[in-house]
């Protein structure tokens, strides 16, 4: 029988979860356990987190007095929209209504047996309403749009929470930003922040950078390395293009997210992990799961809240508190002594700017304005100062790296021009223009940092593997810079 036919509705909110759209209502499904209901002595927890431990030992998320309990006797852990509870190999075993089970599904008021304890089970389904923020900034994301507003509410209320979750949205749009925001509003702030990027990484190294390899393990391995997980104990592991993630490396995920521990390569010895866990991708995990790319169990588990990221174009009115945002903040528009180089936007480029459709969102924008501050003659970016494909001057249709003039493109002949991507299919368009972007980008940042690509990948914030297969995508020669 399928989960969804052995119990009422009301007794599947278990978990946190935000359906996109037009509700403004955040369901903050929990767990709340009574132990030993009915006397005097009953303790009564509320968890929203994923995994619940239970036995004798303190660091259990419900230690237990009781004689007749095992170390680590048992787990509740979400399974979907349900609950399950799992014996971890008791001595005494684990019951659910007077019936000892290994794994179960738990039904609301159910009674858990543990040795001699007794507990109750009941899931709690709080709505939240959710009200558009009034404040234009949350940590280090900005926008006044009602879209962006109702996104800082969100997350207002589910940063203080464990709950893991799914940042959705096209390429550019801040996902990363929102995870670190994420991180900084919760109790864990004080703790890693670490940052994998599933698209940057050979596959055959995954596993051993996520959890680790012990030494010897496999050619190459010449001393035991912790993973990631481990690294990232007490904080936040932020897995960045998880559509990428292969899908035999899928359930090893799922393993950690599940028991929440992880096994090195080349060892059987788990290894306990205190993790959050948030995941970006700019793929629908949803058609992934139905195109049978992506484990529909592993996309529950994550799914305990899920956030879509809108694109620029859908938040136009943000551009002038963005423009002026990263003329403030960002290092490029800082002289040696730490003044700022430009100071405002001339309102004609900010009606241009206006006007673009942003293939590339928030990052683009960065590009953009990091190239105006470049060639700025005076302490204004003007329309002179934009790429001809943003002003529509189809002739300057070209984004120039610092140092060349608009005569030089020689070099650039084949990046598209607003025309050409008209002509094109959406996707194609999309496709061409990102490309091009890339290899404009990668190009400015090796010649500002003279072709040091370690220096140039830490400006970019990405991996410096990375940064190098992109330099080998595009066919960027350090010579030639």
């Known amino acids: ?46 968890f929203d987190q994923d995994v619940i431990t239970l036995g004798t030992l303190e660091d259990n998320d419900i230690p237990l007095d009781d004689d007749t309990v095992s170390r680590e006797h048992c787990r509740i852990v979400q399974d979907g929209p349900h609950t399950l509870i799992i014996d971890q190999g008791s001595t005494n075993g684990t019951y659910v209504n007077g019936v000892q089970v290994r794994e179960a599904y738990l039904a609301p008021g159910s009674v858990l047996g543990v040795g001699n304890t007794q507990i109750r089970f009941n899931p709690v389904d709080e709505q939240v309403p959710i009200t558009p923020s009034t404040s234009e900034r949350l940590g280090d994301i900005v926008g006044k749009s009602v879209k962006m ?9 589910i940063a203080p929470t464990g709950a893991t979750v799914i940042i ?9 930003v929102v995870a670190r925001t994420i991180h900084q509003l919760s109790a864990r702030k004080d703790q890693p922040f670490t940052v994998f990027d599933c698209g940057a990484v050979p596959a055959n190294l995954i596993e051993s950078e996520l959890f680790g390899h012990e030494k010897g393990s496999f050619t190459g391995a010449v001393m035991t390395r912790k993973g990631l997980f481990e690294m990232a104990e007490g904080g936040t592991i932020f897995l960045d293009e998880l559509g990428e993630l292969s899908l035999d490396l899928q359930p090893k995920l799922l393993r950690v997210l599940e028991q929440r521990e992880v096994r090195r390569v080349g060892s059987n010895k788990p290894i306990p992990v205190n993790v959050r866990v948030i995941a970006a991708t700019n793929r629908s995990l949803a058609e992934e799961v ?21 694109p620029l174009r859908e938040r136009i009115e943000d551009i002038p508190l963005l423009t002026r945002h990263f003329l403030s903040q960002l290092g490029f528009n800082r002289d040696h002594e730490g003044n700022h180089k430009v100071k405002t936007i001339s309102r004609e480029a900010l009606d241009v700017l206006t006007d673009y459709d942003w293939p590339g969102n928030v990052r683009e924008l960065v590009n953009i304005i990091e190239r105006g501050c470049s060639f700025a003659r005076g302490d204004c970016i003007t329309c002179e100062e934009l790429p001809g494909y943003v002003t529509g001057d189809e002739d300057g249709g070209l984004m120039l790296t610092p140092g060349r003039r608009d005569s030089d493109r020689s070099d650039m002949a084949d990046l598209p021009r607003r025309s050409e991507l008209n002509d094109m299919p959406f996707k194609r368009a999309k496709e061409e223009w990102i490309a091009s972007f890339e290899k404009d980008y990668i190009a400015t940042l090796l010649a500002r940092h003279s072709g040091n690509i370690s220096s140039a990948s830490r400006e970019a914030d990405i991996d410096r593997k990375y940064f190098r297969k992109l330099m080998y995508k595009h066919d960027i020669d350090i010579d030639e810079i």
């Not at 036919?5 to 209502?25: C, H, L, M, S, W």
């Open 149 to 157: 507003r109702e996104i800082f509410g969100i997350i207002e209320k």
């Open 1 to 46: 029988m399928a989960p969804h036919e052995r119990f009422p509705d009301e007794a599947q909110p278990t978990k946190i979860a935000y359906v996109n759209g037009e509700p403004r209502t955040l369901h903050l499904r929990k767990t709340h356990l009574v132990v030993n209901p009915g006397v005097d002595e009953a303790r009564e927890y509320t």
């Open 168 to 176: 959705e949205g096209e390429t550019g749009t801040g996902k990363e």
């Open 290 to 310: 139905d195109a049978g790319r992506f484990r529909e169990d592993l996309f529950y588990r994550l799914s305990v809240v899920r956030l879509n990221l809108p």
